[in-house]
Each structure stands twice: as C-alpha cells, then as structure tokens.
C-alpha cells in the first residue's frame, strides 16, 4: 500500500487522503461515452487498497448510475471510504436544465442516494453549485437537519463565491469547498481561496488539468467533433497561444522525467496543506502515476517560472467551469 497523505477536512472534521477520486467520468455525463463497470469498480477498489479513501460523486452523474457503482465498489468496505455527494442539478437526456435546491428536493435527493449507495449516511453532502434561487442559510439548513438525523455527516459545498461561502458557513460549519482550480484557472485566488483558508474549510480541487489542456497531449485546431470545441479556450487563435503556454510545463516535465498531467497535479496539491487535488480515473493504470505526483517537488527556478507563465489571466478563454 503506498503511503497517502492525509488530510483534515474543516477545523474539526475527518482525516482523508489528501489526494481524491473523482469519479465522474465513470458514468456517462454530458455525452460522454460510460466507461467499462467492471474496470470503474476494480479502479476504485485499487484506489482504497492505495490508501486513496476519498471517492467523489455526484446523484446526477449518469442519471444515478454513478453512485450505484461506487455503492458496488464500496460493498463490504464502508469503512475503507469517505463518500463526498453532490446534488441539485436537473438533467434530462442529458441536458442541463437547471438546479432544484429546494429543502422538500434536498430531502428527496439524499433518499435516493442512500439507497443507490447501499448505505445508511454519507460523509459530505453538499449542493453542486448556487443560483440564487434559494437562500444559502436555506440549503445549508436543510442538510443540517439531514446531519441531525444521521443521515449526513459532513457538510460542504462546491463552486459558489466568498460571500456565499461565508454565509454557508454562517449557517452551519462547512469542512470543505469544492472548486475548479489549476495552473490554468487560477481565478479563486483573489477572494475565494483566502476566504476558505480564513475560514478554516478544505478545499476540493478539480479539474488540475483545466479539461485535458495541461496534458499536453492537445494539438490545434482539434477535431470537428471534439466537445472542447464548445469552449473559447480551445478555439482558434485561443487554443493556439494558450498550446505555447503548456510548453513550458512540458518542457519542464520533461527535464524532471515526469509527465505535464504530473506536473499540474503536483502544482495545485503544493497550494497548501489544506487542498486537496481530486484527480478523476477510471483505469487502474493511472493510479501509479496520479499518486506518484504528490511527491513531485519544484526547485525555486520552476516554480517561479510556472507561476510567471501561468499567472491569473495568461490562459485565455473559459471552460464550463465559469458558466
């Protein structure tokens, strides 16, 4: 088993490894194709046999079929994981209608996922993103009420601003956020992240490289029928100065042995103690990598110049993340 770090959600929350398992991409989710469930589930046991216990998902990935693969990975295991929902958005033949955060939604949500997980609570709940809708001191209300009947142990939250994570806070102790962040997308550290760390909340970060860009495997332009295409940072002149960039961070990891993806994992888990990179994988062969990342240290030279090739703002355009 290798040794994962770990880490503590909130002041006073649980000690998980400080590298996490999204586990999204094991379903099929805004047109993706599903990966092989046998794979998913063995990928996901390899992951907690490694010391990885934190495992991501959400009650619409896959209309609900995510979470009943990860109930099926986890079967005879529970104590081995610590199980992080997301919940409120509405999908119909996958297509993104909206989100329903409303308390009578939110007590509907939870049942369903317990029940497709084949447990009896779930160690952080939280709403996948805000839209004003509803109150915050509403949503987190309702899944305090949740905590006080046993049936969620932790509360967090995911892509919402300071002032929102402030009055989330306000309402009910949150142990972690969860939020885009890379070398790519660095908009969080103006208010965001300072707000967390003040408030003593974790944070969850995905998305390390910025929907495949820092992976240099990227070349322009990309096939007609590449789903980036829906994202002005991977069109036209975009994609083609934002590819100069990732450069850099190749030819730095080349010079180290290790690859760019590596190399974007080992920047955002570098962040602080208490960030997390959630890294996702359906395939058993990425985890000896993904966890030979959070080893991967930098001389002052390369992180000044990856900070200085990636400071806020160098990559242009934007991915769904700030939509």
Not at 167 to 179: D, F, R, V
Not at 241 to 260: F, M, Q, R, Y
């Amino acid at each position: 088993m290798e040794n994962i770090k770990k880490i503590q959600l909130g002041n006073n929350g649980p000690l998980v490894s400080k590298l996490g398992l999204g586990c999204m991409r094991m379903s099929s989710v805004w047109g993706s194709k599903a990966q092989d469930e046998t794979e998913s589930i063995a990928t996901i046991q390899a992951a907690l046999d490694n010391g990885i216990n934190f495992l991501n998902t959400g009650d619409f990935y896959g209309a609900g079929h995510n979470e009943l693969l990860v109930g099926k990975a986890i079967k005879g295991r529970r104590d081995d994981a610590f199980i992080s929902v997301k919940f409120g958005a509405i999908f119909h033949n996958g297509q993104w209608l909206g989100l329903d955060l409303r308390p009578m939604a939110i007590k509907n949500f939870i049942n369903y996922s317990l029940v497709r997980l084949g447990i009896d609570n779930i160690d952080l709940y939280q709403p996948c993103r805000m839209d004003g809708s509803v109150p915050v001191e509403d949503i987190i209300g309702t899944v305090a009420d949740l905590v006080k009947e046993g049936k969620v142990r932790h509360i967090g939250v995911s892509e919402i601003t300071a002032e929102q994570l402030r009055a989330a806070n306000n309402a009910y102790p949150i142990s972690a956020l969860e939020i885009g962040y890379s070398l790519a997308d660095r908009q969080i550290e103006a208010d965001l992240l300072p707000t967390a760390k003040e408030l003593g909340i974790s944070v969850v970060a995905f998305a390390n490289t910025a929907e495949g860009l820092l992976t240099g495997d990227m070349k322009a332009p990309l096939a007609a029928d590449d789903y980036h295409n829906h994202f002005s940072r991977f069109q036209g002149d975009n994609l083609v100065k934002n590819l100069e960039k990732v450069e850099v961070l190749k030819s730095i990891a080349a010079d180290k042995g290790v690859t760019p993806t590596q190399l974007a994992i080992a920047w955002v888990n570098l962040q602080g103690e208490h960030i997390m990179p959630l890294v996702s994988m359906s395939r058993r062969t990425r985890l000896p990598e993904n966890i030979a990342a959070m080893n991967i240290t930098f001389s002052d030279s390369e992180w000044e110049t990856l900070n200085r090739e990636f400071a806020p703002g160098a990559i242009l355009g934007g991915t769904y993340l700030q939509r």
